[in-house]
């Protein structure tokens, strides 16, 4: 059986257990989203911030590891500087070195988008495809693939693009997920549509608390809870989201605990993205969702 889907339907397979504190810190992860301003890629330039030291993928799970205690690593495609396989094996003898996994690949991006009728269906496999390589060479059980593009906002239309590149990655043994990240072309309804379009068995969800906070609360809450279920192997837990300098706080009590009522049994990739600095704000994130983790075990 491949070595990826093995892992995924044990689940626990995204979850290092080594080097991790108790049971409730082996669920946690975090992703490179957080300290964009420690990376400079090709994609990503323009978030480079001189103050922070620079960081490549292959140093980012002892990164983690030696501030937080975290060995589940969840790497965004934009912090690759290519997809090499001199790269991705570097990176790879970083995820051992810091006895670490990788537990997604979030973000994955397609040329010309998904919701335009007459795509290029070859050219989105053929991006899927090289995903694909990177997630299998580091163990990870899941891509998350986002939803973009102009053309009409259409579930069957991205279903439709989708499909191809979509069998092709589960040949793998991969698991393809979506993410609430816009709300006009990922919010609940259009993710639950395309997931059922294209079959629970290889697609799902990778839900994030507060995204959509900006609204409101309540709304973000009502958006995880549509996509809780649809969760398999991970979410992101954050308690809020800055835009322009203010903070939209999210109900991050009952944003755990609709993801332990709809048992969920995944990692939680911290993904601060409030105001000030990203090493305090992913520590105070760590703990706060250790806490809960710990309530919800007893």
């Keep these: 059986m491949n070595i990826n889907r093995r892992a995924f339907l044990g689940v626990a397979g995204a979850v290092v257990l080594s080097g991790a504190r108790k049971p409730q810190f082996q669920r946690l992860a975090c992703n490179s989203w957080p300290f964009r301003g420690y990376f400079d890629t090709p994609q990503m330039h323009r978030y480079r911030d001189s103050k922070y030291p620079l960081l490549s993928q292959a140093e980012f799970p002892q990164f983690l590891a030696d501030h937080f205690g975290i060995h589940n690593v969840e790497f965004l495609p934009q912090h690759f500087v290519d997809t090499d396989p001199g790269t991705i094996a570097k990176i790879k003898e970083g995820l051992k070195k810091a006895n670490s996994g990788c537990c997604n690949l979030m973000g994955v991006q397609v040329a010309g988008g998904v919701f335009v009728n007459n795509a290029n269906?070859?050219?989105?496999?053929?991006?899927?495809?090289?995903?694909?390589?990177?997630?299998?060479?580091?163990?990870?059980?899941?891509?998350?693939?986002?939803?973009?593009?102009?053309?009409?906002?259409?579930?069957?239309t991205a279903s439709g693009n989708l499909a191809p590149a979509t069998d092709a990655i589960r040949r793998k043994g991969i698991k393809v997920l979506f993410h609430n990240d816009d709300m006009q072309r990922?919010?609940?309804?259009?993710?639950?549509?395309?997931?059922?379009?294209?079959?629970?068995?290889?697609?799902?969800?990778?839900?994030?608390?507060?995204?959509?906070?900006?609204?409101?609360?309540?709304?973000?809450?009502?958006?995880?809870?549509?996509?809780?279920?649809?969760?398999?192997?991970?979410?992101?837990?954050?308690?809020?989201?800055?835009e322009n300098g203010k903070f939209y706080a999210d109900n991050f009590p009952a944003s755990m605990k609709v993801m332990h009522d709809a048992g969920f049994r995944g990692v939680y990739s911290i993904e601060f993205e409030g105001l000030g600095e990203p090493l305090e704000g992913v520590r105070k994130l760590r703990d706060l969702t250790e806490e809960y983790l710990l309530r919800a075990a007893r």
């Design 186 to 242: 990922e919010n609940a309804d259009i993710l639950t549509s395309v997931i059922q379009e294209l079959g629970r068995d290889r697609t799902g969800t990778c839900p994030d608390f507060g995204n959509f906070a900006t609204k409101s609360a309540d709304f973000a809450l009502e958006q995880l809870r549509a996509l809780a279920s649809y969760a398999s192997n991970i979410c992101h837990a954050k308690d809020g989201i800055a």
């Design 121 to 156: 269906r070859q050219t989105i496999v053929q991006e899927a495809e090289r995903w694909t390589k990177v997630a299998s060479a580091l163990g990870s059980p899941s891509i998350t693939i986002a939803l973009t593009g102009r053309g009409r906002v259409d579930a069957h």
